[in-house]
């Protein structure tokens, strides 16, 4: 199996790709020129924003995980451009030249409503305010609806492998209006490769999943792991399932988080 994967060089992909090469899966690194390809993965030169570089990139592959995102930018047209014609582009391209190729999609639970009556769920309604999500949300669709054989893994809240995340996390408290008492569904990035692995094999073909680890935790906790002190607060908390994801479909098709909450990622020292 040959994978070609897109945003390789990004806080995923980095250290998604020398996880699927240890598991001796052929990697082909879709890389805009400059970027150096890490041991053990071959490297084609090309942007999902210049069409003409794709065909070369995908033909031959067996799946693609597209990666490739825009998310933290004051860019809106930056943002989908990126994150909505870029995913139309690879499609295109992979239409053309990979149709039998699985196309795996990571996206973000961002995409649910902040006042769900409940943790999100695949089937709940997305209607995103912010462009990251809402341009996921579009490239979804094209996605869904290409006629390839696709699958889509949203992701939670990911950390570790010193991404640098979770140290972020305290400068966006306020700014989004946290309760302390607030539960963030969390996702360690070799739980992400598990993730991506049993995508590859298949088990995810056709749906939308949902993954995370076993305990989502109260941003006062996670705040606390870096160090920062939130303002404690007695007052009723607002959209208590803000963030909060069912990931119970992922584990009904075979899904098990090898880092079952960020304590077990504390103990590990793999934060």
């Not at 400059?34 to 031959?60: E, F, H, M, N, Y």
């Not at 961002?110 to 089937?123: G, H, L, W």
């Not at 700014?175 to 995810?204: C, E, Q, V, W, Y």
Request: proline share 7%; charged share 20%.
């Amino acid at each position: 199996m040959t994978i070609l994967i897109t945003g390789a060089t990004g806080l995923v992909g980095e250290r998604l790709v020398p996880r699927l090469v240890k598991a001796d899966l052929a990697c082909r690194l879709l890389l805009r020129t400059g970027k150096i390809c890490p041991p053990g993965a071959t490297a084609v030169t090309g942007d999902i924003l210049d069409p003409p570089t794709l065909s070369q990139a995908v033909r031959g592959v067996s799946a693609i995980v597209h990666l490739a995102a825009v998310f933290r930018s004051p860019d809106t047209d930056l943002i989908w451009r990126s994150n909505l014609e870029g995913t139309r582009n690879l499609i295109a391209a992979v239409q053309a030249d990979a149709p039998d190729a699985r196309v795996i999609m990571a996206s973000t639970s961002n995409v649910y409503n902040k006042n769900s009556p409940q943790p999100a769920r695949e089937t709940d309604d997305v209607e995103p305010e912010q462009a990251y999500p809402a341009s996921k949300v579009a490239a979804e669709k094209l996605l869904r609806e290409s006629g390839l054989n696709w699958s889509i893994v949203r992701f939670p809240f990911v950390y570790g492998d010193g991404d640098g995340h979770l140290e972020m996390l305290p400068k966006h408290l306020a700014a989004f209006g946290f309760h302390p008492a607030n539960r963030m569904s969390t996702i360690h990035h070799r739980d992400i490769a598990t993730a991506m692995k049993l995508a590859l094999a298949g088990n995810f073909d056709g749906r939308i999943v949902n993954i995370s680890d076993e305990a989502p935790t109260t941003v006062n906790e996670l705040a606390g792991l870096v160090g920062h002190q939130m303002e404690p607060s007695s007052t009723p908390m607002h959209n208590p399932w803000h963030l909060h994801v069912d990931a119970s479909l992922a584990r009904s098709l075979g899904f098990q988080p090898t880092v079952r909450t960020v304590f077990q990622a504390v103990q590990e020292q793999i934060l």
